[in-house]
Nanobody
Framework: VQTVESGGGLVQVGGSLRLSCTVSGREFDSDITGWFRQAPGKEREFVAAITWILGETEYTDSVKGRFTVSRDHAKNTVYLQMNNLRPEDTAVYSC????????????????WGQGTQVTVSS
């Protein structure tokens, strides 16, 4: 299984970005893909997750109403649409995939990409 993130960049406050997480060779229908972020000096935190089979989603409170996670089976890709970005959203965003009991726990995901930097300037 290979995972590749893309779509990060520099954006002004209030702007938008769409991150992509392409998962090649995914093994199970019951897989979940989760987005996590880590800012300098801070621990990695859960952002959003989606189940591949039904498209059920979860979000951390700070991004609800601003971020949307979706998946495209044909492209083996999960997207994170980020709107109304804030300086506190600045971080390296990574996606993980696997069969997990809790989508909020990063250590339960098996396959990870290299991450993509998102910087929001004020």
């Amino acid at each position: 299984v290979q995972t590749v993130e893309s779509g990060g960049g520099l954006v002004q406050v209030g702007g938008s970005l769409r991150l992509s997480c392409t998962v090649s060779g995914r093994e199970f229908d019951s897989d979940i893909t989760g987005w996590f972020r880590q800012a300098p000096g801070k621990e990695r935190e859960f952002v959003a997750a989606i189940t591949w089979i039904l498209g059920e989603t979860e979000y951390t409170d700070s991004v609800k109403g601003r971020f949307t996670v979706s998946r495209d089976h044909a492209k083996n890709t999960v997207y994170l649409q980020m709107n109304n970005l804030r300086p506190e959203d600045t971080a390296v965003y990574s996606c993980g995939t696997g069969i997990v009991r809790s989508p909020f726990a990063a250590n339960q995901y098996k396959h990870w990409g290299q991450g993509t930097q998102v910087t929001v300037s004020s």
